[in-house]
């Protein structure tokens, strides 16, 4: 005869999301340096925002790991497309115009 044993609810998280860490790093980073122009940055913070503000109970629920995920790939391919810029002497300058390093929901259409 199965026994079934009475579990307590798991509290809600204290730590968020990894992949939400490395952008919040990723980020400041990028003020730091001053590469990029501050509007840049801070369309990427709303988006993190944006997730955090869920309650932390849903943090790890797959869709909000997976939009977490998607936000720092976004992120680190929009890096290295700057990266790339600079090794190929296309971009010069140290402030980055906001279109090379926007989220992809911000940019503007061409």
Same mark, same amino acid.
């Given at each position: $005869?199965? *026994?079934?044993? @009475?579990? @307590?609810? &798991? ?7 990894? +992949? =939400?860490?490395?952008?919040?790093? &990723?980020? #400041? #980073? &990028?003020? %730091? +340096?001053?590469?990029?122009?501050e509007d840049a940055v801070e369309a990427w913070e709303d988006k993190l925002a944006s997730l ?6 849903? =943090?790890?629920?797959? /869709?909000?790991? #997976? /939009?977490? %995920? ?10 290295? %497309?700057?990266?790339?810029?600079? +090794? !190929?002497? *296309? ?8 279109? !090379?390093? $926007?989220?992809?929901?911000? +940019?503007? @259409? /061409?």
């Amino acid at each position: $005869m199965p *026994v079934t044993v @009475a579990t @307590a609810p &798991l509290p809600p998280p204290i730590e968020p999301p990894l +992949a =939400w860490v490395e952008v919040e790093r &990723l980020l #400041e #980073e &990028l003020r %730091d +340096a001053k590469l990029v122009e501050e509007d840049a940055v801070e369309a990427w913070e709303d988006k993190l925002a944006s997730l955090e503000q869920q309650p932390s109970e849903e =943090w790890y629920r797959h /869709a909000s790991l #997976e /939009a977490g %995920d998607s936000l720092k790939e976004e992120l680190e391919s929009g890096l290295l %497309d700057l990266e790339r810029g600079f +090794a !190929k002497g *296309v971009i010069t300058t140290c402030r980055v115009p906001v279109t !090379k390093l $926007m989220p992809p929901s911000f +940019a503007p @259409a /061409a």
